[in-house]
């Protein structure tokens, strides 16, 4: 229950009250909330459907605590559609979006929300450790998993030993989503390693350069790459010798081959190693290690 105390705090008395009575509370994954609609929980890898039905004062409720009843001084988190909680809980959002020169100004008339908890699991990298650290140098190691299967968690989990100990690495995390150090106020929620700096809410291709200007990293981490300016801010980053660790949404190997903005860093061996990710013995399954330099799994299940 510790772990989502502050999450219980923003829900409806009515709502929170039957969550209190749920099993395996503390497996608790997500919330899904929408007006006029039954609401559904997520334990672990399974759904739940409630007979609730959520009210239009439920989510007027919970939008005002989370902003601390001043949804204005909130605009800017709501305009990128979620905002963090104390906790490290990140709260999505759904409504009419108000639109000016062609961007999103903000979210009004909110009718769903998505409430994702955010976990820590300390120790979950035990496992991969060896395999993208050795004699005190980082393998460039990007992580590759459908959604939901955990990679985040240990992407946040590799941070933390990465950074931490006698002999740790200084750290930058470029966290577009709020998601690995789970910051709030601009503080991490999570325990990502004593020397860790984390730029919060920053495009990733923006935050790597800023990292590489100002913090003086020897590791780079960050989640889900995926577009041309990606690319290219990490090949900058490789060129002043900074390792990297990363993320993407795939199911194997193959998936970085197929697809063309990945094909100069799969060709020039930019990383070294990937640990690919399953929930087919529930999440955070890892299925292998590969190495990309011998072209072979150096670690499978």
Not at 89 to 105: D, P, Q, S
Not at 141 to 168: A, M, W, Y
Request: proline share 3%; aromatic share 6%.
């Amino acid at each position: 229950m510790l772990a989502t105390k502050d999450l219980f705090e923003i829900l409806p008395k009515s709502i929170r009250s039957k969550l209190e009575q749920v099993n395996n509370v503390q497996k608790l994954e997500e919330i899904r909330i929408k007006v006029n609609k039954p609401l559904f929980i997520h334990i672990g890898s399974k759904e739940e459907k409630w007979d609730y039905i959520a009210t239009t004062e439920d989510l007027k409720y919970i939008m005002q605590r989370i902003s601390n009843y001043s949804i204005y001084a909130f605009e800017e988190e709501i305009r990128q559609g979620y905002i963090t909680i104390k906790g490290g809980h990140r709260v999505g959002l759904c409504g009419i979006c108000v639109v000016e020169n062609n961007n999103i100004k903000t979210i009004k008339d909110i009718s769903s929300i998505n409430i994702r908890a955010c976990k820590e699991i300390i120790g979950c990298a035990d496992k991969v450790m060896p395999y993208i650290m050795q004699n005190g140098s980082m393998h460039n190691t990007i992580i590759i998993s459908p959604p939901k299967c955990g990679k985040t968690t240990l992407l946040r989990d590799i941070t933390r030993q990465v950074s931490g100990g006698d002999k740790g690495k200084n750290v930058s995390i470029i966290d577009e989503r709020s998601e690995i150090a789970g910051s709030y106020k601009g503080i991490p929620q999570m325990d990502v390693g004593v020397r860790t700096d984390v730029l919060d809410n920053c495009p990733k291709s923006q935050g790597i350069m800023m990292a590489i200007r100002s913090m003086s990293p020897d590791v780079i981490v960050c989640d889900e790459i995926g577009t041309q300016n990606d690319m290219e801010s990490i090949l900058m980053a490789l060129n002043s010798g900074i390792s990297l660790v990363t993320t993407i949404h795939g199911f194997g190997i193959e998936d970085l081959y197929k697809r063309l903005v990945f094909k100069d860093i799969v060709e020039n061996y930019v990383f070294s190693r990937a640990i690919v990710l399953s929930n087919k013995k529930g999440i955070g399954t890892i299925e292998s290690i590969y190495d990309f330099t011998k072209g072979i799994d150096v670690w499978r299940s």
